[in-house]
């Protein structure tokens, strides 16, 4: 299970005090293109209702790209998402915001896999860094302008992330399932682990060090373990 937990401050002064949302994301089942269940809990509002991300492929993209597909399931349930507007000098706004992204397991527990964190960019109201840290992936960052009426932390979050990696304010199109071209060797299918993309490579050989250690340096894997562990 992933869970994110959404600040309302920097990630160094962040505490249960400001903490303004949790969402939680889990298997609804373990596939290769996998559903999964989203939900979360609002401070003032309680617990919005539960939603399911469809079809999203494992290991083919950012983990930050699912949570904002999961906090859009979640905010906008029965329509697409709406564009944001030009910020104003009326327009709600804040100056900081975090979040933390983390895993949980049977055998692990708050395993920290990535942190975001928002600051208001100069002197104009709307305007706001972003910069968006993950597992494998590193950090990159974005600056984008967020006008609302009224400010909700999640959509700002929802709305950095989607600037980080689409460089607009809605999530473009969903990751391709990474699946690699193989060879027949020996009568068995193989791949060159180096033709996988990130972060489906580095994934793919913590699982083989993990799983099979005695396999785990050979450079051209078979693809029946690459199966297995897009299932894992």
């Known amino acids: 299970m992933l869970r994110v937990a959404i600040h309302s401050s920097t990630l160094r002064e962040r505490s249960p005090l400001n903490q303004v949302a949790i969402l939680d994301i889990a298997y609804h089942n373990r596939e290769m293109l996998p559903n999964y269940l989203v939900a979360m809990t609002v401070?003032?509002?309680g617990a919005l209702q539960p939603g399911i991300v469809e079809k999203y492929p494992r290991w083919s993209g950012s983990l930050w790209d699912l949570v904002?597909?999961?906090?859009?399931?979640l905010?906008?349930?029965q329509a697409a998402v709406p564009p944001t507007h030009s910020p104003d000098r009326r327009c709600a706004y804040t100056t900081v915001?975090?979040?933390t992204l983390e895993k949980s397991s049977l055998t692990e527990r708050g395993v920290h896999l990535g942190s975001l964190e928002i600051a208001q960019a100069g002197k104009q109201r709307g305007v706001y860094r972003v910069t968006m840290d993950e597992d494998i992936l590193g950090e990159r960052e974005a600056e984008f302008a967020y006008g609302c009426k009224r400010m909700s932390l999640p959509?700002?979050?929802m709305r950095?992330?989607?600037?980080v990696l689409f460089e607009q304010d809605v999530a473009g199109a969903r990751p391709k399932l990474v699946v690699p071209e193989t060879l027949l060797i020996d009568g068995e299918e193989r791949f060159d682990i180096q033709s996988l993309a990130e972060p489906a490579r580095t994934g793919f050989m913590r699982f083989m060090h993990q799983h099979f250690p005695a396999r785990a340096d050979d450079q051209l894997a078979r693809a029946k373990d690459y199966i297995e562990f897009l299932k894992v």
């Open 155 to 157: 959509d700002l979050v």
């Open 68 to 73: 904002a597909r999961a906090l859009a399931t």
């Open 43 to 45: 401070s003032g509002a």
């Open 75 to 77: 905010l906008y349930p």
């Open 160 to 163: 950095s992330i989607c600037h």
């Open 97 to 99: 915001a975090c979040a």
